[in-house]
């Protein structure tokens, strides 16, 4: 393997990165309060995430009769620990925790087990809603995730490499936003798809009274919905070092910029949560394989005719 | 290589720790209460738990096939630059084969089942 | 003690409420998410995330029976409301939250409420209509060998002629999960049937469908039998009441559906005790906060939270007389609902009805068009009535709610949901008849 362009920092600092996940959830959590009560003309709510977590951790946990409850509770406390995963490969300015070679791979390894999650969070509580939501989650992440793949790969094909490190590296010049826009917007795509929110939400959703979320309370839906915020931070800033020349701006060092973009990502995602409607899955079937999944094939097309070209 | 990805998911294993005993300190009984599924205070007439209708099975197997595919665009990303034009036209005329399939499948109505 | 009162104050701040209203009790239920918003609550979609019931009216004994499972169901803390009219609606949610912050009342009633919900013994499942038990004969059956480790609860339902006389489950052993689906077998003499040694533990996994109608029921509830599917496949069919407490559902309405996967293959619609159970209510809500109260519904379940947000904004401000508020959020709400192509796009083809369809279910002319022609057509007529420039059109007669069954049947969850809320639905039905899809 190459000199490495990042620097791998020792296991401890795991924690620091846990820690700076869970304030940027956090911040979101509050950031979607603060919006919803200022749509329903209340104001406040940036407290929200504080009272929310009380509440859950007061409330007692509950069990539906002859429920699969193995598998019930590892797809919510998966959910939590799935985001973790995801940040350990992204590059916070010069440091990472883990240089993976195949990051990117790793990333999308992580995703798709989201797959499995929220499934088993529908299906292990023995309710016709949960196992109608865990269902469409399945049929939305049939029609994502390829997408979603191939929108992955356009970056490691522009930096030749498959480390996210060395993708941040490769936008020195210009971001891989600039030149590859339909990969990031599929891509962000994706990252809703695979957090449950906003449009992708329909597993969520009010109609069937929350669905996969429908049986939980207490501290087993806590992790779960914080799993789901997590998750859409992690793929937030994900989008950093793929798209956004990670920690690349003037004056701040790198690691505040890969921070800065972060949180400007995700306040976007959360901010549109508001104005979208929910893509039922049946309807993003069809949108899923014959629009964005040709337009992340011709992107791939493009990114690799121009290295090609250039190199 | 790995350490990194190893104390991340320890870290997150204890934050799930953390979060349950957290519960069982501040919660009001840390039994759990067993209860009826949701349905609108309704009896439920059987167990959830049953053979669902997965409408788009078919989608889920043109993704199958599309999926395995992933498995050498991977490792063709990293080399595409090495291998030149060559490389660029060999994957994408096997995706533009692929693509041509989910083509057939769309006018075959795989992906519409509302 | 300081640690765990301040969890609860905090705790109390995200209190969420499950709202059931009583078919007729409009205003209470307006008042009560209204006065939520305010204090930083939301309403809750099912018991499980509640920690309020509030129950808007006095509930015949149908609903009564329901609300009391509901509150079964709820995790704790919990605290029931009983609000009879809008004016205590403040005091009521006063006082679910004082004892929302009593933490040794909650830990006692955690300790003294049922551990289990109750499963009636026989097998018909309270009031799911439907099911047929006609010429069941049990007199023969001898349970008293029978082991069910403790899950109690057999499903006999459809027996026919069958005789159980000489059955001996005395050594069988059903540990767990069952699995076994005797469904279907009519006629069958299990008379000298020896299951003395069979071992059915852990998952079982035994398949004798077309054998019978012997379904084993883990915890006394059955599992879900087979049924041929629109493409001749056969699927499991699932029996999910939709209503009367449902998040943005019309008051009282139930709608008995059978699912196969997700779709409505049979839906029975029926007025939860009846109509006018409900005692006395405020009267008829002004058409165009009925109205509003419909667009929110539909906005919501479509997922545009912000519109559905301008909405409530509307019928609270038409609804306590604010003119000029309600204009701007009428406005508003026409701006958002106009201009959103995705919003279209998400409503287009829902529930399609031309004029034929409308002469053969019986509907009046406004519900012409999809989901999305319904809702811009609603929104204008709200727009009339708030401005009050232009006489409000002759209103030609809401949707009898006998209908819905007919409509809905064929569709998926989330297009049935659409579809209701899309549908000028008579707000305080009358008993006619029960329909049938």
Redesign the interface.
């Known amino acids: 393997m190459a000199e490495s362009v990042v620097t791998?920092?020792?296991?401890?600092?795991?924690?620091l990165?846990?820690i700076l996940l869970?304030g940027l959830a956090f911040f979101a959590v509050a950031l979607d309060a603060a919006l919803?009560?200022r749509?329903?003309?209340?104001g406040?709510?940036w407290?929200?995430p504080?009272?929310?977590a009380?509440?859950?951790?007061?409330?007692?946990?509950?069990?539906?009769?002859?429920a699969?409850t193995l598998l019930w509770r590892i797809g919510g406390?998966g959910m939590?620990?799935g985001?973790?995963?995801m940040?350990?490969?992204i590059p916070l300015g010069e440091w990472?925790?883990?240089?993976?070679d195949?990051g990117?791979?790793?990333f999308?390894t992580v995703d798709v087990m989201v797959w499995a999650l929220v499934w088993l969070a529908g299906?292990g509580?023995?309710?016709?809603?949960?196992?109608?939501g865990g269902?469409?989650f399945?049929?939305h992440g049939?029609?994502y995730?390829?997408p979603l793949?191939?929108a992955l790969?356009a970056p490691?094909?522009a930096a030749?490499?498959?480390s996210v490190g060395e993708v941040a590296a490769a936008q020195d010049g210009v971001w891989f936003v600039v030149w590859m826009p339909v990969a990031f917007l599929v891509f962000l795509v994706g990252v809703t798809g695979f957090s449950v929110w906003g449009?992708f939400?329909?597993a969520l959703?009010?109609?069937?009274?929350?669905g996969v979320?429908?049986?939980?309370?207490?501290?087993d839906?806590?992790?779960l919905q914080?799993g789901r915020y997590l998750f859409l931070t992690a793929g937030a800033a994900f989008s950093v070092p793929l798209f956004l020349g990670g920690g690349a701006g003037p004056v701040l060092p790198g690691w505040a910029w890969v921070l800065v973009k972060s949180v400007l990502v995700l306040a976007v995602l959360v901010w549109l949560?508001?104005?979208?409607?929910?893509?039922?899955?049946?309807?993003f079937?069809?949108i899923g394989?014959?629009v964005l999944?040709?337009a992340a094939?011709l992107q791939?097309?493009v990114v690799?005719?121009v290295?090609?070209w250039k190199? | 290589m790995y350490s990194g990805i190893v104390a991340m998911a320890l870290v997150a294993l204890s934050v799930v720790v953390l979060l349950y005993a957290l519960h069982r300190a501040a919660v009001i009984t840390a039994e759990p209460l067993t209860v009826l599924p949701a349905q609108s205070g309704w009896m439920p007439q059987e167990h959830a738990l049953s053979r669902f209708h997965a409408r788009w099975y078919l989608a889920s197997i043109v993704f199958l096939a599309f999926d395995v595919e992933m498995l050498f665009m991977y490792p063709w990303a990293v080399v595409v630059i090495e291998k030149g034009i060559s490389a660029v036209v060999e994957m994408f005329l096997f995706l533009g084969a692929l693509l041509v399939a989910v083509a057939w499948a769309w006018r075959e109505g795989a992906f519409r089942w509302a | 003690m300081g640690l765990s009162g301040a969890l609860a104050r905090l705790a109390v701040r995200a209190t969420r409420v499950l709202v059931v209203e009583v078919p007729g009790h409009w205003a209470t239920r307006m008042e009560v998410e209204h006065q939520l918003l305010r204090r930083g609550w939301r309403p809750a979609w099912t018991p499980a995330d509640a920690d309020v019931l509030a129950v808007c009216g006095v509930p015949g004994p149908e609903l009564s029976e329901l609300v009391d499972r509901l509150w079964e169901q709820m995790p704790g803390p919990r605290v029931r409301a009983d609000i009879t009219s809008p004016g205590t609606v403040g005091s009521a949610l006063d006082a679910a939250a004082a004892l929302l912050l009593d933490t040794p009342h909650h830990r006692t009633d955690a300790q003294e409420r049922a551990q289990e919900p109750e499963i009636p013994e026989d097998a018909d499942h309270g009031g799911h209509g439907g099911m047929g038990h006609g010429g069941m004969d049990h007199g023969e059956m001898d349970h008293g060998e029978m082991d069910h480790g403790g899950h109690g609860g057999m499903d006999h339902s459809g027996h026919g002629g069958m005789d159980h006389g000489g059955m001996d489950h005395g050594e069988m052993d059903h540990g767990g999960h069952g699995g076994m689906d005797h469904s279907g077998h009519g006629g069958m003499d299990h008379g000298g049937m020896d299951h003395g040694e069979m071992d059915h533990g852990g998952h079982g996994g035994m398949d004798h469908s077309g054998h019978g109608g012997m379904d084993m029921a883990p915890g006394g509830i059955a599992l879900a039998g087979g049924g041929e599917d629109r493409d001749g496949l056969e699927m499991d069919v699932l029996h999910l009441p939709l209503g009367p407490v449902l998040p943005f559902w019309p008051a009282g309405l139930v709608l008995r559906c059978s699912l196969q996967g997700d779709v409505v293959v049979d839906a029975e619609a029926s007025v939860v005790d009846g109509a006018g159970a409900g005692g006395p209510g405020p009267g008829p809500a002004p058409a165009a906060v009925v109205w509003c109260d419909q667009v929110m519904a539909l906005l919501a379940l479509a997922g545009v939270e912000d519109a559905a947000a301008c909405a409530r904004r509307a019928r609270d401000a038409l609804l306590c007389g604010d003119e000029d508020a309600a204009r701007d959020a009428v406005e508003r709400l026409d701006r958002t609902v106009r201009r959103s192509w995705l919003l279209r796009s998400s409503l287009r083809g829902v529930l399609l009805l031309d004029r034929a369809g409308l002469e053969r279910h019986g509907l009046p002319g406004h519900c012409r068009g999809d989901a999305h022609d319904r809702l811009l057509s609603r929104v204008e007529r709200i727009r009339a009535e708030a401005g009050g420039t232009e006489p409000t059109p002759a209103e030609d007669g809401g949707v009898p709610w006998a209908v819905v069954p007919d409509l809905v049947t064929g569709l998926e969850l989330a297009s049935v949901r659409l579809a209701v809320a899309s549908l000028d639905l008579d707000p305080h039905p009358a008993v006619q008849a029960v329909g049938h899809g």
């Open positions: 791998t920092v020792p296991g401890g600092w795991a924690v990165a846990g869970c919803s009560a749509a329903q003309g209340t406040g709510g407290g929200a504080l009272g929310r009380a509440r859950l951790l007061r409330q007692r946990r509950r069990s539906t009769v002859a699969d406390a939590l620990v985001a973790f995963l940040i350990a490969v990472t925790l883990a240089d993976l195949v990117v791979v790793w999308n299906w509580a023995n309710s016709a809603h949960g196992l109608v269902y469409r399945l049929a049939v029609a995730e390829l793949m191939f790969v490691a094909i030749g490499s498959l449009p939400a329909p959703a009010a109609d069937i009274g929350g979320l429908a049986e939980l309370s207490g501290v839906r806590l992790v914080a949560r508001r104005r979208i409607p929910l893509l039922r899955p049946d309807r079937m069809e394989w014959v999944l040709p094939v791939d097309l690799s005719l290295v090609v190199g």
